[in-house]
Nanobody, 126 residues
Framework: QVQLIESGGGLVQPGDSLKLSCIGSGRTLSGYAMGWFRQAPGKEREFVAGYSRNGGYTYYGDSVKGRFAISRDNGKNTVTLQMNSLKPEDTAVYYC???????????????????WGQGTQVTVSS
């Protein structure tokens, strides 16, 4: 069993930056693929960024490429999402997820992940 807790959400203005963190407990996350997803009101949950189980590969949704960066610190059992140049359309609840057996072709698929955090709200508004 893995517990994931997100933090770092808040209200920011367009163009600002925000850093989300996800800390895991229960097991080490070093052997898991990690992902960030988001869900805006009235919309389906969408993939934001992912970090492979091994090899250090990262993946991004088209809408955040070049603005967001995912990183992980296995020693601290954390995954972070650095979000720059935020836009109003980035407003959503952001979720951290961990998957034991996520292969590269499925890293954007939320159904491939085993554990989820409760989410943290990010609001981008002037």
């Amino acid at each position: 069993q893995v517990q994931l807790i997100e933090s770092g959400g808040g209200l920011v203005q367009p163009g600002d930056s925000l850093k989300l963190s996800c800390i895991g407990s229960g097991r080490t996350l070093s052997g898991y693929a990690m992902g960030w997803f988001r869900q805006a009101p009235g919309k389906e949950r969408e993939f934001v960024a992912g970090y492979s189980r091994n090899g250090g590969y990262t993946y991004y949704g088209d809408s955040v490429k070049g603005r967001f960066a995912i990183s992980r610190d296995n020693g601290k059992n954390t995954v972070t999402l650095q979000m720059n140049s935020l836009k109003p359309e980035d407003t959503a609840v952001y979720y951290c997820a961990a998957g034991r057996s996520v292969i590269t072709s499925c890293i954007m698929n939320q159904n491939a992940y085993d554990w989820w955090g409760q989410g943290t709200q990010v609001t981008v508004s002037s």
